[in-house]
């Protein structure tokens, strides 16, 4: 039997703008997964984060480029 428990995190984002290169940090966000990497390339994680960011569309082409893990909160099981 496979263990489907993933950690739950609540991590903070560093989102970017490719053409101005400007950044901002995205607070308090809580995600499922094991490592950086499958959270950071996550699309459903992703569109989270920039709903955070604002609704007007000049969102919608900034890039994830840092994620935080902050602490852990339990265990949960992978819906995605």
Do not use: A
């Not at 703008?17 to 094991?34: F, L, M, N, Y």
């Amino acid at each position: 039997m496979l263990n489907n428990n993933i950690p739950i995190w609540l991590s903070d984002w560093t989102m970017q703008c490719p053409k101005t290169k400007s950044s901002r940090v995205i607070d308090d966000v809580v995600v499922k997964g094991e490592t950086v990497e499958e959270i950071i390339n996550n699309p459903v994680f992703i569109k989270k984060v920039r709903k955070r960011l604002g609704t007007h569309k000049k969102f919608l082409t900034w890039i994830p480029k840092n994620v935080t893990l902050k602490s852990q909160h339990g265990f949960g099981i992978k819906e995605y």
